[in-house]
Structures are given as C-alpha cells and as structure tokens.
Nanobody, 123 residues
Framework: VQLQASGGGLVQAGGSLRLSCAASGNTFSSSGMGWFRQGPGNLREFVAAISWSGGSTNYADSVKGRFTISRDNAKNTVYLQMNTLKPEDTAVYYC?????????????????WGRGTLVTVSS
C-alpha cells in the first residue's frame, strides 16, 4: 500500500485548502482512513478519520466544524476539506490507512502512512 498526500500550501488565516490522499492497493475500500498532523516542535496528533464506508467520521475537537473528511472508494482517495484555517493549523498533514474499518484516533491503529503535505497558515 502506498499513500500520496497532496494539496498543501500557503494560505492566509480564514482561508481554505483541500487535501487529497491517493492510495494504491486493494484494501483501501475496506479500511478506515485518517488524517494526522505534526506542527513544529509538536507530536503527531489526530485530526480526522472516516470509516471504510464513509458512513462514520471522527474529528479532533480543535477542527470540529471547520474540517470535513470524505472519501471516494471508486477513486481510492480520501479528502480533507479545511475551512476557516488558523495559524495553529500550520503543520505537515499525513494520511494513514487504518488496520480496521473504523474511525480510530490512535496512531497505533494505522499501519501505512503517506509522506505528508505541508500546510502553512499565515496570520
């Protein structure tokens, strides 16, 4: 399984970005998918997750109401729509494939990770 995240960039506070994560392999449609981020000097933290069917989602409190995770199993792609961005959202964003089909927020429940895409939010 390979995961390729894209869509990062520089945006002003209050702006929007849409991240994409394209997955190879034939287990995508049966796996939960997650987005995590790691800011400067910080540990990697959970952002959002979506179940294998897309029927369930889970968000970190810090992004609820601003970020939306979605997936297209026909395209083996998961998305993260980020609105009303804040400077504290600045981080490298990673997509990850879950070991299971649910919406875990735990890093150890994910077995494959993409290389990450940098999001920088200026004030």
């Amino acid at each position: 399984v390979q995961l390729q995240a894209s869509g990062g960039g520089l945006v002003q506070a209050g702006g929007s970005l849409r991240l994409s994560c394209a997955a190879s392999g034939n287990t995508f449609s049966s796996s939960g998918m997650g987005w995590f981020r790691q800011g400067p000097g910080n540990l990697r933290e959970f952002v959002a997750a979506i179940s294998w069917s897309g029927g369930s989602t889970n968000y970190a409190d810090s992004v609820k109401g601003r970020f939306t995770i979605s997936r297209d199993n026909a395209k083996n792609t998961v998305y993260l729509q980020m609105n009303t961005l804040k400077p504290e959202d600045t981080a490298v964003y990673y997509c990850a494939k879950g070991l299971y089909g649910g919406t875990s927020s735990k890093l150890y429940d994910y077995d494959y990770w993409g290389r990450g895409t940098l999001v920088t939010v200026s004030s």
